[in-house]
C-alpha cells in the first residue's frame, strides 16, 4: 500500500521485490482489524463497526423483542460487538 499527501496522485509506482517476487500494492488491507485504506479515509472502517452495531441491534429485538426495554438495553449494553 503506498500512502500519499492528500490530493496527490502518483503514476509511477515503485516496485519492491522480496526473495524475488514483486509486492501486489492494494488500496485497503485489514490490520489487527480495521480496515486501512491507501487515500486515509475511515469510512470503511467506521461502515463495518456501523453494521456490526445494527446487527447486533436487531438480534436483540428479534431474539427477546417481547422483553422489558430495560432488559434489551442491559441485553445490548452486555454483549460485545465483533
Given at each position: 500500500?503506498?500512502?500519499l499527501p492528500r490530493g496527490?496522485?502518483?503514476t509511477c509506482k515503485p516496485v519492491f521485490v522480496v526473495n524475488g517476487h514483486s509486492i501486489e500494492y492494494v488500496d485497503e488491507y485489514v490490520h489487527l482489524g480495521?480496515?486501512?485504506s491507501s487515500d486515509l479515509d475511515d469510512a470503511r472502517d467506521i461502515d463495518r463497526y456501523r453494521l456490526a452495531l445494527i446487527r447486533q441491534i436487531n438480534?436483540?429485538?428479534c431474539l427477546?423483542?417481547?422483553l422489558d426495554p430495560v432488559v434489551?438495553?442491559?441485553l445490548l449494553t452486555s454483549?460485545?460487538?465483533e
Open positions: 500500500m503506498l500512502f496527490k496522485r502518483r480495521h480496515v486501512i438480534t436483540v429485538l427477546f423483542g417481547k434489551k438495553i442491559q454483549t460485545a460487538i
